[in-house]
């Protein structure tokens, strides 16, 4: 099982490997020649590139990029404060540590494809080992460029003083990356796909390097390419996974066929995931509340199942003309006691107009049947909200202490024991919405939150069939590329879109279409940072991120319950992050993206 990570513990056991395989990139030295003398040493070499995807920045923690995106807020982390307030600084760590991860990854697979032919290996694996090392290069690269538009290309070793190279342009990466692909679907050895049991199942493959391709392709916008390159990652034997949503982020499930490329996980220290930890509360693991936050205003945005636009009017009559003070009262708990009451009520002389609102909302109160009327708010919509989000009172399976339990997400919070068990929304004054994607359920987090065995997808088949949908949409072909989101939807049980007509399915044409591809995409991603990358390919991100109103929320809607509160903030120079200024120190022809000071 899950033999690249076995495979690495071997290493991580070997000292000699390990300083050979870990401490030597970029701006070391390149790995002892002493790392491809054998077989054996060749397997652990390029295992070593596979390792890299456990850095942060890449794979090891999408929680940091997964609040960038429309669905999540960092609640604590001030470099995301600062980004979305608009007062980052070039010299932000995650920039620095976003570049120096992933050419590191670069500079393990560049030692690997410059040195392989010297181990003693049979021809087949010789040629599948550089396919795979080609492949992690060219998704480092990839990774790199759609943040940074355009860095320097070393495509074999390089010493720390020979990082000299100025940026080449986004083109000329993207062509880079093309390059790699192509030889690895082009290399008969390469295997087109390997079933769940297979000794080699997490390797990369040619469905892989199809689907990577496809998206480069995208970004390229050489649709017809990317229509080509999507298509023939389903007729490798890739689909998508049909049992419920929420089941596909399990360890049962990780091997399904709609995982195509994912961070491999075992629970070992520093081998297993982080995300329960981040995403999850005090009820999953101990002492812990929530880094991670899902956006208030993206969960508001999933549709009715029968494909009609959310809007809280649809439940709670004059919801949306409240203030987020009066709208409070339909979030309350059934057995509110008058303490609670009158804590949530503005003091009268500080300002007695909104005291006067809040009270007569108050008389909105439905003793006993307050939780009932909200949750219909949260019933019969979009499958993959509940399945991704916890809401207000929905219950979650976690544990205190390691003793199992079942949790209501209820305001006010009181406590987590009996007999409330309650859920802490990320602290005792805060109302916020809470991931359930990844995060592990009963005593299973607690025992060790830092190391979840679930594995990280990182494409997945879902990501082809949307990528594949723009594709056909970008060209005209507005009818087929129907097909292939509907095909999302249907996982979602929700309605299919259709072309014409005037119900909330209706597809007028190719704008239309592209904006709700756009919307799918946030849905179907929730909690995966992949929908950031989106938005910034497809040159939607402000409109998405930062319109009018936009910031860190309670699910009331209101803004300053909670700290930190934060309203968002725009800047051009947000669609491209800054070359780190380390960088520039080190290698003066590197040029600074506008709007970015050192």
């Known amino acids: 099982m899950k033999k690249i990570l076995i495979i690495f513990c071997v290493i991580a056991s070997l000292t000699s490997c390990k300083n050979d395989l870990l401490d030597t990139y970029p701006y070391d030295k390149v790995g002892s020649e002493n790392m491809w003398t054998t077989e054996s040493l060749a397997d652990q070499g390029v295992t070593g590139i596979y390792q890299a995807l456990k850095q942060n920045m890449i794979a090891g923690k999408i929680d940091q990029l997964e609040a960038f995106g429309v669905s999540g807020n960092n ?22 540590s976003y570049w120096q991860q992933h050419y590191e990854m670069i500079s393990r697979a560049n030692d690997a494809i410059a040195n392989l032919g010297k181990a003693p290996l049979a021809e087949a694996k010789y040629n599948r080992l550089v396919c795979e090392s080609k492949f992690l290069r060219a998704y480092a690269y990839y990774r790199l460029n759609m943040v940074f538009d355009g860095v320097p290309v070393y495509l074999e070793p390089t010493l720390a003083e020979g990082f000299t190279k100025g940026r080449e342009t986004a083109e000329n990466v993207w062509k880079a990356i093309v390059a790699d692909l192509t030889d690895c679907i082009d290399n008969p050895d390469f295997p087109g796909r390997y079933a769940a049991d297979n000794v080699n199942y997490g390797r990369v493959t040619k ?53 195509i490329f994912s961070m491999q996980c075992i629970r070992t220290q520093g081998l297993g995931n982080s995300i329960s930890r ?29 494909g009609k636009s959310f809007d809280w009017e649809d439940v709670l009559p004059d919801y949306n003309s409240m203030t987020p003070e009066e709208r409070i009262v339909y979030f309350l708990r059934d057995d509110l006691t008058e303490a609670e009451k009158q804590a949530l009520i503005p003091d009268k002389d500080k300002n007695p107009e909104l005291h006067e ?43 205190v202490g390691g003793v199992p339990n079942t949790y209501t997400l209820r305001w006010p919070y009181r406590s987590y024991g009996a007999p409330n068990y309650d ?72 309605a299919d879109l259709k072309r014409g007509g005037n119900e909330p399915t209706s597809v007028s044409g190719q704008d239309d279409l592209r904006k709700r591809i756009r919307k799918e995409y946030r849905w179907e991603f929730c909690g995966e940072a992949i929908s950031y990358f989106e938005e910034i390919r ?9 319109f009018s109103g936009a910031g860190l929320k309670n699910i009331d809607g209101s803004i300053g319950r909670s700290a930190p509160a934060q309203q968002f903030a725009w800047g051009d120079r947000m669609l491209r992050w800054p070359i780190p200024p380390a960088e520039r120190e080190r290698n003066p022809n590197l040029t600074q993206n506008t709007g970015w000071e050192n």
């Open 75 to 96: 609640v604590w982390l001030w470099g995301w404060i600062n980004w979305v307030t608009n007062r980052v600084s070039a010299s932000e760590g995650m920039f620095s």
């Open 207 to 259: 469905g892989a390097a199809y689907a990577l391709r496809g998206k480069v392709y995208l970004w390229m916008k050489e649709w017809a390419k990317a229509e080509s390159d999507l298509k023939k990652v389903g007729e490798l034997g890739y689909e998508l996974f049909q049992g419920n949503f929420g089941d596909l982020f399990t360890e049962e499930n990780e091997r399904c066929p709609e995982m």
């Open 278 to 306: 981040y995403y999850g509360s005090h009820i999953t693991h101990g002492w812990c509340i929530a880094d991670i936050t899902p956006n208030t205003d993206f969960v508001n945005s999933y549709e009715w199942a029968d």
């Open 357 to 399: 609102k809040v009270t007569s909302a108050m008389k909105r109160y439905l003793p006993g049947a307050n939780e009932e009327r909200i949750l219909k708010a949260y019933t019969n919509r979009d499958s993959r909200m509940n399945a991704s989000v916890i809401t207000p009172y929905s219950t979650f399976n976690g544990a």
């Open 423 to 494: 859920i802490e929304s990320n602290t005792k004054t805060s109302f916020y919405y809470l991931y359930r994607k990844f995060v592990g359920t009963g005593s299973d987090p607690y025992l060790d939150r830092d190391n979840s065995p679930i594995d990280v997808p990182l494409i997945r088949y879902a990501d082809v069939l949307l990528g594949l949908a723009d594709a056909l949409n970008e060209q005209g072909k507005v009818d087929e590329a129907l097909i292939y989101i509907n095909k999302v939807r249907q996982r979602a049980k929700i």
């Open 538 to 546: 497809c040159g939607t991100y402000k409109e998405a991120k930062f």
